[in-house]
């Protein structure tokens, strides 16, 4: 298993502001992913990102609006630019892990006013 | 591509009961298949895994059977409680390519227990 904290946890952020969310991983791990879950949503993936390299993003999600950082095995952030109440939502991070596994962490809760 | 098609919800049920949640997935490789469990204002929590056909996953008396042949995952428990009710999301990762793999929700069904 993984354990993973994610900073901050809350937030309530002003139009046009960016808001950078901070995830840390108890042990290195290769892979980690960046969700975004909007309000009674599924989870919708960002981005993978791999240590040392750029991340991957899925359709519609750029980097401008999501900047990602993975500057070792344990630590990423994910950066959410120039937000817009439409980017209210949650944002997890997860890793995987032993067993082909997805852990996630308690996600951090944005409100964009 | 590889999807997830859930229950839709929300699904109500007194304390008690049987519960079933029916997941059915495509997939083009050999994936592994997950509940995954959001509790009111939480974040998500892996209930159970399956990683090969016929395999059990098994916790908090829950339990889902990997079906090959019918490509499904339902999740089922005999008796629920009130402190089950949360969103429940079916999932799979797709470990037949490479280290690339990622995981795929559901849409999730949220569970209600009336006490």
Request: proline share 4%; net charge negative; with cysteine.
């Amino acid at each position: 298993s993984a354990v993973i904290s994610q900073k901050p946890s809350r937030d309530i952020c002003q139009r046009g502001t960016s808001l950078t969310i901070q995830c840390q991983v108890d042990s290195q791990v290769t892979m980690m992913f960046w969700y975004r879950q909007q309000p009674g949503q599924s989870l919708t993936l960002i981005a993978t990102a791999n240590q040392g390299s750029e991340a991957t993003y899925e359709s519609g999600f750029v980097i401008d609006k999501f900047p990602i950082s993975r500057p070792n095995l344990t630590f990423s952030t994910l950066t959410v630019s120039n937000m817009s109440p439409e980017d209210s939502s949650i944002y997890l991070c997860s890793v995987f892990t032993d067993g082909n596994t997805i852990y996630f962490g308690e996600g951090s809760w944005l409100t964009v006013v | 591509g590889d999807s997830v098609t859930q229950m839709e919800g929300p699904v109500t049920l007194s304390e008690e009961a049987f519960l079933t949640i029916n997941c059915t997935y495509t997939a083009t490789g050999y994936p592994s298949l997950f509940w995954y469990v959001q509790y009111p204002g939480e974040g998500l929590q892996l209930l159970l895994k399956a990683t090969k056909a016929d395999d059990k996953g098994s916790n908090k008396g829950f339990e889902a059977t990997y079906r090959k042949e019918t490509t499904s995952f339902h999740l089922e428990k005999g008796s629920v409680q009130v402190s089950d009710s949360a969103v429940y999301f079916c999932a799979l990762s797709d470990q037949g390519y490479s280290s690339a793999s990622k995981i795929i929700f559901g849409s999730g069904t949220r569970l209600s227990i009336r006490p």
